[in-house]
Structures are given as structure tokens and as C-alpha cells.
């Protein structure tokens, strides 16, 4: 009795045919009669021999037919965030129409980039990574296509996203233009937990850029340092709104309007202020980021500075796919703006 593997030279020796025959079995079945190409499998089968190796097959055509999606975060998280959910549905759309398969690899986890160098992919999407990540000299050093979505932005890379700093700056203008001069902000911190691991990793750049892009414009139209409240969230979620916006409105001058870096914070402060007994627009506005599914379908319905990610999430799907076929690819740059709903208003007058 062998326990050896079988292989395609075993099935072609116990079913009196050629290597070739097999592998059209399998792979090109229009070659083949009906009944040969039955009986092949059977014999297969009985063997326990389930096909051609797949890593095999896609070196000798030369293509995967798999995109890698390279995300900061772990794969726990990538089916949380409810913007990031938004951005891989618009990669599956373009690769289930294409064909291909999309592959996610966490940054978090391959810290020596040895997850990146064994891929079997024909791209790369790399998705908010800093520039100095490990990651990303791995990507390089692969030499395959690759396409840049939020950051990092590299010479040469083909990249799609907004300019988070200059989107930012459009909360700030909404809040100050109502007449908002006491200003909360609900921020992530540099090294951000990831639930439900241990592991810690470097806040999405996104991030980090739309906190100054809201801090400079307030300070171009004349807030005070110290009418500007930070206060960090422990992690992207919502429960962590939750707890940063009770540390907000619990201060002896809380704000009068509070931008959250992500629609997902901005829903914890929403709920932080209900439960406070704190009206929102009333007493107190609150502005978000993302624009996602939940933002329209909120109490109040939360205004947020509105970016297509499911739509970005296609255009880099798009252009990884136009890569491939040595197409030549533009940048994508995005442009955000304000969709005002019910959650911010002029302060009341005294505040």
C-alpha cells in the first residue's frame, strides 16, 4: 500500500493515457469526449488525486488570476469597518466581473513581509499603509504591478484616493460657518489596538492627516488652541465614540460641535449624547467621516464629508487589472465634500 500523493503521472499510468490527456480532463475539457473525459475523472478520483496543483498551473501560464489586497489591519477588522467593507466590495465587484480572485493579506501579521514575497498574485492593491511599512519594500521588491489606495503615495505607483488633510478642512468650514468656535475632535491614537488581538498597529495615515487638515483650518480662521478639544478613541469603533464623547461632553465647557475622524466614531458620540440627554442639533452638532451605509440611517441622520470608497474601491481594482494587461494607468486623485443631514445646526445662543 503507497501513501505517497498522486499525482497527474499516477491517474494518466491507471487510466492508459497520456499526461496530456489528464490535464485536459481538467483544465480544457473541449479537447476531450464526454465519455473519456468521465472516466478520467473516476479513475482520478478513485485515487484521490483532486487536480493539477494550482500554484504549478498559474507558474507555467504565467498568471494567478488572483489581485492581493494588502490592508494595515487584520482580517478581523477588515470585516468590521464598515468603510473598509465599503472599499472591498468595489475590488470584488471589478474581480468578480473580471473573473479574477482577490486575495486580503494583513499587514499586521507579516511584519517581515514574508506573507507579501509567497502571494501567488498578478497585482497588488495596497491599501493605507505608511510608506516606511515593511510591507511595501516587500510589494517592491516582488517587481509585479501594484496600485496605491489612500496612502502611501509613491513615484511611479498609480494611486486613487482623496486628500484627506483638504477634507477635513471641509468639516471645519461646514462647523465654522455655522458659527461653531468651540470645537471637540474625536481622533484615533498613533498606535491603535486591534481587537480581538493583542497586536497593536500604526494608525491609517488617513487618520493622522485628517486631524491636522481640521486643526489648521480652525487655526487659519482665528479658533484658539485652546478651543479646540482632542480627545483620542482607543480604537475605530463605536463603542469607543462612545467613551471619548463622555470624556468630551462631560467637561466643565464641553463643545459645541465635535468632528469625528470616522462616521463610526461619530456614531458613538451620537449615542454618548443621547444617553447624556444632550440634543443634537440643539445643544450640540456632530459632523463624521466616510460616509457610510449608517450615516444616512442614524437619529439624527449624521452629516459626514462624503467619499465614494465603494466606487474607489473599483477604480483600484480597475487599474491593478489594467496593470496586468500593461495598460497604461492614470492617478485618480477623489474629491470629498459635505453632505449635511440633521446632526449639525448653529449653536445656540450664550454657548
Same mark, same amino acid.
Given at each position: 500500500?503507497?501513501?505517497?500523493?498522486?499525482?497527474?503521472?499516477?491517474?494518466?499510468? @491507471?487510466?492508459?493515457?497520456?499526461?496530456?490527456?489528464?490535464?485536459? @480532463?481538467?483544465?480544457?475539457?473541449?479537447?476531450?469526449?464526454?465519455?473519456?473525459?468521465? #472516466?478520467?475523472?473516476?479513475? &482520478?478520483?478513485?485515487?484521490?488525486?483532486? +487536480?493539477?496543483?494550482?500554484?504549478? $498551473?498559474?507558474?507555467?501560464? =504565467? $498568471?494567478? =488570476?488572483t489581485v492581493g489586497v494588502l490592508l494595515t489591519e487584520n482580517l478581523t477588522y477588515?470585516?468590521?469597518?464598515?468603510?473598509?467593507?465599503?472599499?472591498?466590495?468595489?475590488?470584488?465587484?471589478?474581480?468578480?466581473?473580471?473573473?479574477?480572485?482577490?486575495?486580503?493579506?494583513?499587514?499586521?501579521?507579516?511584519?517581515?513581509?514574508?506573507?507579501?514575497?509567497? %502571494?501567488?498574485?498578478? &497585482?497588488?492593491? /495596497?491599501?493605507?499603509?505608511?510608506?516606511?511599512?515593511?510591507?511595501?519594500?516587500?510589494? #517592491?521588491?516582488?517587481?509585479?504591478?501594484?496600485?496605491?489606495?489612500?496612502?502611501?503615495? *509613491?513615484? +511611479?505607483?498609480?494611486?486613487?484616493?482623496?486628500?484627506? &488633510?483638504?477634507?477635513?478642512?471641509?468639516?471645519?468650514? !461646514?462647523?465654522?460657518?455655522?458659527?461653531?468656535?468651540?470645537?471637540? *475632535?474625536?481622533?484615533?491614537?498613533?498606535?491603535?489596538?486591534?481587537?480581538?488581538?493583542?497586536?497593536?498597529?500604526?494608525? $491609517?495615515?488617513?487618520?493622522?492627516?485628517?486631524?491636522? =487638515?481640521?486643526?489648521?483650518?480652525?487655526?487659519?480662521?482665528?479658533?484658539?488652541?485652546?478651543?479646540?478639544?482632542?480627545?483620542?478613541?482607543?480604537?475605530?469603533?463605536?463603542?469607543?465614540?462612545?467613551l471619548a464623547a463622555r470624556e468630551l461632553l462631560s467637561r466643565k465647557r464641553p463643545?459645541?460641535?465635535?468632528?469625528?475622524?470616522?462616521?463610526?466614531?461619530?456614531?458613538?458620540?451620537?449615542?454618548?449624547? %443621547?444617553?447624556?440627554?444632550?440634543?443634537?442639533?440643539?445643544?450640540?452638532?456632530?459632523?463624521?467621516?466616510?460616509?457610510?451605509?449608517? &450615516?444616512? !440611517?442614524?437619529?439624527?441622520?449624521?452629516?459626514?464629508?462624503?467619499?465614494?470608497?465603494?466606487?474607489?474601491?473599483?477604480?483600484?481594482?480597475?487599474?491593478?487589472? +489594467?496593470?496586468?494587461?500593461?495598460?497604461?494607468? #492614470?492617478?485618480?486623485?477623489?474629491?470629498?465634500? /459635505?453632505?449635511?443631514?440633521?446632526?449639525? @445646526?448653529?449653536?445656540? $445662543?450664550g454657548r
Open positions: 500500500m503507497t501513501t505517497s500523493r498522486p499525482t497527474l503521472d499516477t491517474v494518466a499510468e @491507471a487510466a492508459g493515457v497520456s499526461r496530456m490527456t489528464v490535464s485536459n @480532463a481538467y483544465n480544457r475539457p473541449d479537447q476531450l469526449s464526454a465519455t473519456t473525459r468521465e #472516466r478520467v475523472l473516476a479513475i &482520478a478520483a478513485g485515487l484521490g488525486y483532486g +487536480g493539477p496543483d494550482p500554484a504549478g $498551473r498559474s507558474l507555467r501560464r =504565467g $498568471r494567478a =488570476g477588515a470585516f468590521t469597518d464598515p468603510g473598509l467593507v465599503q472599499f472591498l466590495r468595489g475590488v470584488a465587484d471589478e474581480m468578480s466581473a473580471a473573473g479574477m480572485a482577490m486575495l486580503l493579506l494583513p499587514a499586521d501579521a507579516d511584519r517581515d513581509g514574508a506573507l507579501v514575497r509567497s %502571494a501567488i498574485v498578478d &497585482a497588488f492593491i /495596497v491599501c493605507s499603509i505608511w510608506e516606511d511599512d515593511p510591507v511595501v519594500q516587500a510589494v #517592491r521588491s516582488r517587481r509585479l504591478p501594484f496600485v496605491s489606495s489612500g496612502s502611501p503615495r *509613491l513615484s +511611479g505607483v498609480p494611486y486613487v484616493g482623496i486628500d484627506n &488633510a483638504a477634507a477635513a478642512a471641509l468639516a471645519a468650514d !461646514h462647523l465654522l460657518g455655522l458659527g461653531h468656535r468651540h470645537l471637540g *475632535l474625536v481622533a484615533l491614537p498613533e498606535d491603535m489596538p486591534i481587537e480581538p488581538s493583542d497586536s497593536v498597529v500604526k494608525v $491609517r495615515r488617513g487618520f493622522a492627516q485628517r486631524v491636522v =487638515g481640521f486643526l489648521e483650518r480652525a487655526s487659519d480662521a482665528g479658533v484658539e488652541p485652546e478651543s479646540v478639544t482632542i480627545v483620542d478613541a482607543d480604537t475605530n469603533s463605536t463603542d469607543a465614540g462612545i463643545p459645541t460641535a465635535v468632528f469625528a475622524v470616522s462616521d463610526v466614531l461619530a456614531l458613538g458620540v451620537l449615542s454618548a449624547a %443621547a444617553e447624556l440627554g444632550i440634543d443634537v442639533p440643539g445643544i450640540l452638532s456632530v459632523i463624521g467621516f466616510d460616509d457610510i451605509d449608517e &450615516a444616512a !440611517h442614524s437619529r439624527p441622520p449624521l452629516t459626514t464629508v462624503a467619499q465614494d470608497l465603494r466606487e474607489q474601491g473599483r477604480t483600484a481594482a480597475r487599474m491593478a487589472l +489594467g496593470l496586468i494587461e500593461h495598460s497604461k494607468v #492614470r492617478n485618480a486623485p477623489r474629491t470629498a465634500h /459635505v453632505m449635511v443631514r440633521e446632526s449639525t @445646526a448653529a449653536p445656540r $445662543r
